[in-house]
């Protein structure tokens, strides 16, 4: 079982940026994906970004150019580094875990993001 913990989120300036966090614990395949995903009130979830355990990353259109993501493999945390916020960023983000071999994953339990001047 794998558990997630997200950290970051809360309010910032339309323009301004924000760090989101996640750590993963317990059994943990080596071959792995790990992303960010954000619901706003009324709409799908969605993906924001992810990647590999080697280090391949991928981005939603939306958000090319001013989001980052990053990990580290050691520490079983990754990072979404979100510069230029706007107010259509505002979101519930989600962290997320998938062992593509087993077909299976977990999620974080989502941390507030809001973007409001």
């Known amino acids: 079982q794998v558990q997630l913990v997200e950290s970051g989120g809360g309010l910032v300036q339309p323009g301004g940026s924000m760090r989101l966090s996640c750590v993963a614990s317990?059994?943990?395949?080596?071959?792995?994906?790990m992303g960010w995903y954000r619901q706003a009130p009324g709409k799908q979830r969605e993906l924001v970004a992810t990647?590999?355990?080697?280090?391949?990353?991928a981005y939603a259109d939306f958000v090319k150019g001013r989001f980052t993501i990053s990990r580290d493999n050691g520490e079983n945390t990754v990072a979404l580094q979100m510069n230029s916020l706007k107010p259509e960023d505002t979101a519930v983000y989600y962290c997320?875990?998938?062992?593509?071999?087993?077909?299976?994953?977990?999620w974080g339990q989502g941390t507030q993001v809001t973007v409001s001047s």
């Open positions: 997320n875990l998938h062992f593509p071999r087993a077909g299976s994953g977990s």
């Open positions: 317990g059994n943990i395949f080596i071959i792995n994906v």
């Open positions: 990647i590999t355990n080697g280090g391949a990353k």
